[in-house]
């Protein structure tokens, strides 16, 4: 089979010969990243515990987050220029060597400096693991497998937690990080192969702008969640301006030309796949603190509903996946935000001493069942409407979105919640932060609105270029 053209003609399945092994070897490496994502909160208390550094906690996830910013910005220009397979190989390495670290660390700042290679290593594997999709996949079987990876974070995200407890108390919190290593090395051997097998789709050419752009970006996030999350009004005007005047340009040069202004089109896609995240996770951040501070239960039950929405949002992509040959992915991806719209706002009900704690378990899952449905099909219209060659650099676009939206969703909910002094004020404050969310989700369905018609025009283009 020539790497290059996959005929819709004979699609296949992606369990077929010709995609065993990248299939396996990309699914093993999104379950062992969202294993380490999802066990690092478990397992940092004992940390700190162990070796100190509480000053630091906080940077354990931003440190990550800033540097995955950083890395998919960078990486999905790389895989154009250069294949998929060198940023996945260093991105592998990247996080495997961050595990070791951090497994080995003796103190808190060596911890942060292991996620930080764990984020530049996350960055360059989900972007080329897009690209796989886009590239090595017929266009008849990219829903399902966009779907399976999906489903890849199901095993984690029910058993992660726990798991990572389990190993933290009888084992040592260490082996959370060092026990994934050798599964990352034996996912990336799977996966190179097939890689390999895809050829650069640009000449090279000097990259100096973008990874300027890159580091801008990151710098000037990090800069604008310090000044929101600042003590002083001083503080946080001088970080929000700087932040601002440092990643407004970068984001610019970044994302396709009219993103900020979600235009038709592939901007239209990455703003909304923005506002999709910035609504989802900028509400769930603050869900267990809801549950646990406002209405008084136990951390067992907050896990329960977070559990409901993995279970949905990977209902959701399945149902996405079924849909999509018959349904308009525009009515698909609004459909979706709607749901994530009417789940966050019956959660906030929750906040309410009278209303029933567990119709979180229902409204939480009902708004992990819209993401689900809303972010497999974005993903599907950004690498269809991507020009010819250019799906690595849209692909990055698309998870800079995602980063950005996780990114400015919890930290804007941090500054406002870092206002609250009081049991009441906190509870208000929740509330707000969740009005903000549902805001953004309606915001999120006019922008899907704008979507072009990408099964026209990507099912003709994806055919040929792929």
Same mark, same amino acid.
């Given at each position: ?61 931003? @440190?990550?987050?800033? /540097? ?56 360059? #594997? ?7 999709? &886009? ?15 999906? *489903? ?7 058993? @992660? ?6 190993? +933290? ?15 990352? &090395? ?7 192969? &097939? ?42 005007? #001088? @970080? ?6 440092? +990643? ?15 235009q038709a089109g592939l901007p239209a896609a990455i703003a909304t796949m923005a506002l999709l995240s910035f609504a989802f996770f900028g509400a769930e951040a603050f869900l267990p603190l809801a549950l646990t501070t406002v209405r008084q239960q136990t951390t ?6 977070? /559990?409901?929405?993995? !279970? ?45 704690? *567990? ?7 009902? *708004?992990? !069942? ?18 010819? @060659? ?5 692909? &990055? ?23 609250? /002094? ?23 369905? #006019? ?20």
């Open positions: 089979m020539n790497p290059t053209t996959v005929s819709s003609d004979n699609p296949g399945t992606v369990w077929d010969g010709d995609h065993r092994a990248l299939t396996l070897g990309l699914l093993l490496t999104v379950s062992s990243t969202a294993f380490e994502a999802l066990a690092v909160a478990t397992v940092l208390p004992a940390t700190v515990r162990e070796i100190g550094g509480l000053n630091l906690y906080g940077w354990a996830f931003s @440190g990550f987050m800033l /540097t995955n910013l950083f890395s998919i910005t960078l990486a999905g220009r790389l895989i154009d220029r250069r294949g998929p397979a060198h940023p996945f190989i260093a991105g592998s390495v990247l996080f495997g060597s961050g595990l070791i670290v951090a497994g080995l660390a003796t103190s808190m700042m060596v911890v942060v400096l292991g996620r930080a290679a764990q984020g530049l290593g996350a960055g360059a #594997i989900s972007s080329a693991a897009y690209v796989a999709v &886009a590239r090595g996949y017929p266009s008849g079987t990219q829903p399902r497998m966009l779907a399976m990876l999906s *489903s890849a974070w199901v095993v984690p995200g029910l058993i @992660g937690p726990a798991l990572a407890g389990t190993i +933290a108390d009888y084992v040592g919190w260490r082996w959370v990080f060092l026990g994934l290593a050798p599964l990352m &090395a034996a996912a990336a051997s799977l996966a190179v192969p &097939a890689l390999r097998r895809f050829s650069p789709t640009r000449d090279a050419a000097s990259e100096t702008a973008s990874i300027a752009a890159a580091f801008a970006l990151a710098a000037g996030t990090g800069i604008l969640l310090f000044g929101l999350s600042g003590a002083s009004s001083l503080q946080a005007i #001088i @970080g929000t301006s700087v932040g601002l005047a440092l +990643a407004v340009p970068a984001v610019r040069r970044l994302a396709p030309p009219g993103t900020l202004q979600a067992t039950v907050a896990g329960m509903v977070l /559990t409901a929405a993995t !279970l949905a949002w990977t209902s959701g992509a399945w149902i996405q996946a079924r849909l999509d040959a018959t349904h308009s992915r525009r009515r698909l991806a609004a459909a979706g935000l709607a749901l994530t719209f009417a789940g966050i706002a019956g959660t906030m009900l929750v906040l309410f001493p009278r209303v029933p704690v *567990s119709l979180a378990a229902l409204t939480w899952g009902i *708004s992990g !069942l819209g993401i689900g449905i809303a972010y497999s099909t974005i993903t599907l219209v950004v690498l269809a409407s991507a020009p010819p @060659g250019s799906e690595g650099t849209a692909s &990055a676009a698309m998870q800079l979105a995602n980063v950005l939206g996780v990114a400015l969703g919890t930290g804007l909910g941090g500054a406002i919640l870092s206002m609250a /002094t009081t049991h009441a004020a906190q509870t208000l404050g929740i509330a707000f932060i969740d009005a903000t969310a549902v805001a953004a989700a309606a915001v999120g369905i #006019i922008t899907a609105g704008r979507f072009t018609a990408p099964r026209d025009k990507g099912s003709a283009r994806t055919t040929s270029c792929l």
